[in-house]
T-cell receptor, first 114, second 111 residues
Framework: GDSVTQMEGPVTLSEEAFLTINCTYT??????LFWYVQYPGEGLQLLLK?????DKGSNKGFEATYRKETTSFHLEKGSVQVSDSAVYFC?????????????FGDGTTLTVKP | SQTIHQWPATLVQPVGSPLSLECTVE??????LYWYRQAAGRGLQLLFY??????ISSEVPQNLSASRPQDRQFILSSKKLLLSDSGFYLC??????????FGNGTRLTVT
């Protein structure tokens, strides 16, 4: 079955540092890939997505590129802020499947210190 | 615009007591509705989903049940809570080919 593996956290960075959170997946076919962000005490919000190989999703300074050859969708940001402190989830959904039936990774907690 | 309401935000219940968590969606019709549980440090586990009134699919066997009495209302219930039911419960909705939208969650502690 499908699976998503994220780098284990927690990740602690200083403000303005470069961020990478690794995500690899296992799926049959060509899934859509997502990054969600969960701020403390809240539900998840879609951060970005990519629906086919070599697509780059981007939002709020975050980027991730759909790499079919390495089955990866790593999240990056060039300069993190304290307000980026949150839990980040990588997820995939099979073609023709609703987003609600996505497979989620375990989440990576990011703490950014001033 | 669409909004999703989930309540209560926090709940402390004794073992063996009943449970009812409610979720309502505004600003959209015929949404797909979902209940997830998020254990500490873990990802999301899909518990139930519904594609229409009265239509409930269970993803995992458990002590919980779900109902959808109205198009935009989704309820998570239990007759007798277990300690293992503690967790963070999230309601969400989507349409086909649309993003998933989450509520703010309910933190349930069973004592």
């Amino acid at each position: 079955g499908d699976s998503v593996t994220q780098m284990e956290g927690p990740v602690t960075l200083s403000e303005e540092a470069f961020l990478t959170i690794n995500c690899t997946y296992t799926a049959t076919g060509y899934p859509s890939l997502f990054w969600y962000v969960q701020y403390p005490g809240e539900g998840l919000q879609l951060l970005l997505k990519a629906t086919k190989a070599d697509d780059k999703g981007s939002n709020k300074g975050f980027e991730a590129t759909y790499r079919k050859e390495t089955t990866s969708f790593h999240l990056e940001k060039g300069s993190v802020q304290v307000s980026d402190s949150a839990v980040y989830f990588c997820a995939l959904s099979d073609p023709g499947t609703n987003a609600g039936k996505s497979t989620f990774g375990d989440g990576t907690t990011l703490t950014v210190k001033p | 615009s669409q909004t999703i309401h989930q309540w209560p935000a926090t709940l402390v219940q004794p073992v063996g007591s009943p449970l009812s968590l409610e979720c309502t969606v505004e600003g959209t019709s015929n949404p797909n509705l979902y209940w997830y549980r998020q254990a500490a440090g873990r990802g999301l586990q899909l518990l139930f989903y519904s594609v229409g009134i009265g239509q409930i699919s269970s993803e995992v066997p458990q002590n919980l049940s779900a109902s959808r009495p109205q198009d935009r209302q989704f309820i998570l219930s239990s007759k007798k809570l277990l300690l293992s039911d503690s967790g963070f419960y999230l309601c969400a909705w989507d349409h086909r080919d649309s993003p998933l939208h989450f509520g703010n969650g309910t933190r349930l502690t069973v004592t």
